[in-house]
């Protein structure tokens, strides 16, 4: 009998291939804001309907926390549907085609459930995702991005660098947000962990679109770390491990980092790598 994780590993070779050649489609390096600033489009989507309203359940039998297992199934799900919009038209029908036929397939073999969702929703809400990325692309690929795009790109990208970072830190027991609200632990904490993702985005978002200089970013890094303490001694959050705090500033600055990398790109200053804030 096929392990479950082996299906999921799979798609994320699929994905990485799909990638790769829609890197070479765009033969820009505007493909990297515009990569993970679609990304977290589908985060904050998935964020929605999995998360709030528990739509689905994978079920990659890799993690013993079953939730958290289930969190990397909706990452390469992700990873899978993501460079696809890359693509051209044919491609993007065919893909959303064979993710509907994958879904069947994983439902049938107990890799993935369904709740309310219906595999119908998926391939609707692909092609009206496919639609709404081209057209980001088409605004992108300008020498200058526009102010509006680049803020989606921006907020967005930011989020799943800051969420992709701390599911590692809580997977790991590095901390966790309060429980009791919901039944599920895990659950309450990973959807007040990605709202707190979100807000961190949102606030670095506006230090680099609006150019605000190194003091000001250094101290806002400095007063976000200084909420994660204080929402610790109120009870709210919990450091299960000495070094939490630390690797928390080190998300929010590494976050800040690609966010300033990504903001040059859009905005044509800039080609090359650069380490500053």
């Known amino acids: 009998m096929v392990r479950n994780w082996i299906p999921y590993l799979i798609l994320v070779i699929i994905s990485l291939v799909i990638g790769f050649f829609a890197y070479r489609k765009a033969r820009t390096v505007r493909f990297i804001p515009f990569y993970f600033g679609i990304a977290g489009t589908v985060v904050f989507y998935e964020y929605i309907i999995f998360h709030l309203f528990k739509s689905y359940d994978y079920k990659v039998e890799l993690l013993p926390d079953p939730y958290f297992d289930s969190c990397i199934g909706a990452v390469v799900s992700n990873a899978f549907s993501v460079p696809a919009a890359g693509l051209g038209s044919v491609w993007i029908v065919m893909i959303s085609l064979i993710f509907m036929g994958i879904e069947v397939l994983f ?70 947000f309060q429980d009791g609200w919901l039944e599920n632990a895990t659950r309450l904490h990973t959807i007040l962990d990605m709202t707190h993702a979100f807000l ?25 770390s200084g909420c994660y303490w204080g929402l610790s001694c109120l009870g709210y959050l919990t450091f299960l491990k000495p070094w939490t705090l630390p690797l928390l500033f080190a998300s929010d600055v590494v976050t800040l980092m690609a966010l300033s990398w990504f903001n040059r790109i859009l905005k044509g200053e800039r080609m090359k790598l650069s380490g500053k804030l």
């Not at 639609?131 to 795009?149: D, E, M």
């Not at 961190?200 to 976000?224: D, E, K």
């Open 200 to 224: 961190v985005s949102l606030i670095l978002t506006v230090l680099v679109y609006f150019g605000l200089r190194l003091p000001i970013r250094i101290a806002v890094l400095i007063l976000i």
């Open 107 to 176: 439902v049938h073999y107990g890799w993935y459930e369904n709740f309310w969702w219906k595999t119908i929703y998926t391939g609707v809400s692909l092609v009206l995702y496919f639609i709404y990325v081209k057209s980001l692309w088409n605004k992108v690929k300008y020498p200058k991005t526009p102010g509006l795009p680049r803020v989606i790109l921006l907020f967005f990208g930011g989020a799943i660098f800051h969420i992709n970072f701390n599911f590692t830190l809580s997977a790991t027991h590095f901390y966790k």
